[in-house]
């Protein structure tokens, strides 16, 4: 075997050889200090074959990846039918309750009273169930894409917390592969409602850079902040909502940090490869 290219630069990553048949072999590196007869130091190198744990960890990964994207379909589905079925027949429940005031002639107060209560919540049934399939598939995904979809998010996470702050747009401007800006979508998504639940903040920055390989998203609030868990600790309950984050992002092959310290406020940056060409820059 010769050696291939080096997988990870990062302290614990992985050289990749390639075997006569071109199979790749994934080798983990652990190096010893130790001691030699005359006292010297000696460095014990010993490479572990890991290829079938990568290769478990990619079937995994591939499966996660089906999940999610049976999830987002079926997301989808409902949010039109909601859209397009719930919410137009209480659209038309509102309309009817009109022309009963209209037409109905000299009712009693309290059935006139009773008539205009079942109007307002008519109405507000017609406005959770719209918020509630946006919030399934926002229509400006599509139909606008990321920068509009993420902008409308921190609007209404502003207007809900009365939070000062917006998204700023560094680069030009562009539409990204579909699963792209989904991920960073949901990303954004879960970094604005962990800040409406745990924050308490008062100000929240997004940044989106568009970079020509690449696209950068960060959130930044400066609330309450939290102790960074390990990854055992991520997996546990309690931090399943960064979990996902993190897996989102490294399903397609980006990168997710997270950067928080009690009283100092959280950061959340995702950045991925947001178009087929050669060289991909890095942040």
């Known amino acids: 075997m010769a050696p291939h290219r080096q997988h990870d630069d990062r302290p614990g990553g992985h050289l990749v050889v390639r075997g006569r048949d071109g199979a790749e072999v994934f080798l983990e590196p652990a190096l010893t200090a130790l001691a030699n007869g005359s006292g010297g130091p000696v460095t014990q190198a010993l490479l572990r074959d890991v290829t079938q744990d990568r290769q478990r960890q990619a ?32 659209v038309l429940v509102c309309r009817q309750l009109d022309y009963v005031q209209s037409v109905g002639g000299p009712l009693p107060a309290p059935a006139v009273e009773a008539l205009r209560e079942t109007r307002r919540s008519a109405a507000q049934a017609v406005e ?14 599509d139909d606008l894409g990321l920068v509009a979809s993420i902008r409308r998010l921190m609007a209404d996470a502003a207007e809900r917390e009365k939070l000062q702050g917006g ?21 954004a998504q879960q970094a604005l409602h962990n800040v409406e639940r745990h924050a308490r903040a008062t100000r929240i920055t997004g940044t989106i850079t568009f970079a020509e ?11 309450v902040g939290f102790t960074l868990p390990d990854d055992v600790d991520l ?16 399903m397609l092959g980006g990168r997710l940090r997270i950067r928080s310290e009690p009283g100092r406020g959280t950061s959340i940056t995702v950045s991925m490869a947001a178009a087929d060409v050669g060289s991909a820059a890095r942040w």
């Not at 995994?60 to 909601?82: G, M, S």
């Not at 309950?237 to 490294?250: I, N, P, S, W, Y």
């Open 59 to 90: 079937g995994l990964r591939a499966y996660a990846a089906h999940v999610l994207h049976a999830q987002e379909e079926e997301r989808k589905r409902i949010a039109q039918e909601l859209h397009d079925e719930t919410v137009q027949q209480l």
């Open 128 to 141: 959770s169930l719209r918020n509630f399939a946006r919030d399934l598939r926002p229509p400006t995904l």
């Open 167 to 187: 998204l700023k747009v560094v680069g030009v401007e562009r539409r990204l592969p579909p699963d792209v800006e989904l991920a960073t979508f949901r990303i």
């Open 213 to 223: 390989t690449r696209v950068r998203l960060e959130i930044a609030d400066n609330g």
């Open 235 to 250: 997996a546990a309950t309690k931090h399943l909502g960064l979990l996902g984050m993190r897996e989102r992002a490294e």
